[in-house]
């Protein structure tokens, strides 16, 4: 039996060229601004696809610095000179916008977007915004035909917040708790994992919360080099627990150094290595694959490392996904 495929749903923007350094013709030179097309008109099954969300109202209500919005222009920047070690193909599809404060709606409408992405077999990159991002992903994601034809969704979250705040308003720091909720009318529980948190950032409010909804979390005081077997088993252990992926990267996880630019730097963090390896580990594993990368601010960033650092995990994922290469 066929069925026909979901029609793409629009976007807010429409997608502009990516460019970038050329080196010559030849797939040896290839760069992502070279294998990026516009639209979905551009999109076949298995391409990767990639969507902004320009939001940072979640942020202003969770009263942290604003300028995430302007968040998915520099990461397509910083994405697009990187060289690749093999061909791909990747489709821009524009960016959902968040106009005059109606959060709710725009994360409604990314969720819309990405649904027939997921049922087509692209991977999917969303571009943020703020950490709200996470829950219109979400949104996505339990529309899917694989979601309801009982595919384990698992989330796993890189990030220095358990973001399980319980707000009178959806914010930055509610997109979790919002997909607890969300499990639950589903009949389901939210499999929810987080690596990196910080004990000074999370009230024992908040602990209480992740232990009352069976989260498993890892601190970042136990996500050094010489903590890896453990790193290892723990990302093994979450990949193991579901059949599609939700990858969400605030990029605060990463020390003040390496992410100035962001709402909430980093006093400690853990170290870019270690985040770039669980994102390798994840992206081999060859389950269907949704990415979101949140909270870059550029004005608030300091020669680009933020926007650079989430750059290099979005190609790390991307070219490692469904792939054993050795490749450093």
Partial sequence: MTTTPTPLSMTDVAPEPWTG??????????????????????????D?????????EGVRRNKGRQGAADGPRELRAALAPMALPRPVRA????????????LEEGQHRLGQVITPLIDRGHPVVVLGGGHEVA??????????RAVHEGGRLGVLNLDAHFDLRDDIQPSSGTPFLQMAHGEQQRGEKLNYWVLGVSQPSNTERLFRTADQLGVRYL???????????????FVDAFLASCDIVHLSIDLDVLPAGTAPGVSAPAAYGVQMEIIEHVCARVAAAGAPLLVDVAELSPGLDIDRRTARAGARLIHRILTSTGTSDKRP
Avoid: K, Q
């Fill in 91 to 102: 489709v821009d599809l524009g960016d959902i916008e968040v106009a005059d404060g109606h």
């Fill in 48 to 56: 990767v696809a990639f969507v902004g969300f320009r939001s940072d």
């Fill in 21 to 46: 350094r050329d080196d010559g013709p030849g797939t040896d030179n290839l760069r992502w601004h070279h294998v990026v097309g516009l639209g979905a008109g551009h999109a076949e099954p298995g």
């Fill in 219 to 233: 601190p970042d005081t136990r996500c050094r080099m010489f903590d890896l077997p453990r790193i290892d088993g």
């Fill in 135 to 144: 829950y219109g992903s979400y949104l996505g994601l339990a529309g899917t």
